[in-house]
């Protein structure tokens, strides 16, 4: 799942909006015995706990996040880490 938005709500707005429907979404998807990522663009630092308690398997976050911050939150869900590099210019 790939949501290019995060970056720009607050936490409060994803629980609100978001929470919901991307935990339905990974439920669904573990239901059916595969692995689910979120990638998100931009700097979401305040939305990666919300994203996390969502339920995917993996969390990946693109250059504007401190990547060892972001390995302390997803550490405590058990969620996988990656990471996206700049294109090249």
Known sequence: ?????????SAAHFSAFLSAPF????ASIRALGLFS???VCGDATR?????CQTG?????????????????ITHQYNIALG???PSPR
């Open 56 to 72: 995917p398997d993996a969390i990946s976050i693109d250059e504007n996040i401190n990547m060892a911050a972001a390995k302390q």
């Open 1 to 9: 799942m790939t949501d290019p938005l995060v970056s720009q709500i």
């Open 83 to 85: 990471a996206t590099s």
């Open 47 to 51: 939305n990666l706990e919300v994203m």
């Open 23 to 26: 935990s339905r979404l990974f």
């Open 37 to 39: 990522a979120f990638f």
